[in-house]
């Protein structure tokens, strides 16, 4: 497979209620295909925020995933708008461009960060040093964090509501 510029293809996610602000790295091969976050089937954080709200998050619907986050005042976006990357893989992303983190935080109620994956957590702790205390490292819902299960997950992301 090999290595490709991309820019991230959909905006974040929120409005000025939100309130917990989720970051990923950067959309996999079938989100960008999908125009819209974790849309890999085997990925977890659909499952992860339904189980959490009691809310259907597994909808397939992209415009009812929207909403749900916006009801329970969940921002979502990634902390690269733009890198080299081969397929899905973080750990080929390259030439890193930054995305707008701080217009969210300003523009929003966003009190709380939380990073999807050791790739998010790097790259923003290296570029947002001053929002730092803010932030909270999340094991990645990606199916190639298979060290934890489904209910592992849960029982540390459940500290987002």
């Known amino acids: 497979m090999k290595e490709i510029r991309v820019t991230h293809q959909f905006g974040p996610i929120y409005d000025k209620e939100s309130k917990v602000l989720i970051l990923g790295s950067f959309p996999s091969v079938k989100s960008r295909d999908n125009d819209f976050y974790y849309m890999h089937p085997q990925n977890r954080f659909w499952k992860i925020l339904e189980q959490i709200y009691s809310d259907n998050f597994t909808s397939p619907n992209v415009d009812e995933k929207k909403n749900l986050l ?9 902390v690269i708008e733009s890198c080299t990357i081969q397929g899905s893989s973080d750990s080929s992303i390259k030439d890193v461009q930054i995305a707008d983190i701080q217009n969210i935080i300003d523009t929003s109620s966003v009190q709380s960060i939380y990073l999807n994956g050791r790739k998010a957590e790097s790259i923003f702790l290296d570029q947002f040093a ?18 934890y299960s489904l209910v592992d997950l849960l029982g540390v992301w459940k500290k987002i509501k």
């Not at 001053?130 to 060290?147: E, G, I, Q, V, W």
């Open 130 to 147: 001053d929002l730092k205390k803010f932030a909270t490292y999340l094991p990645s819902t990606s199916p190639a964090n298979a060290r």
């Open 70 to 78: 916006k009801k329970h005042h969940i921002a979502l976006y990634d």
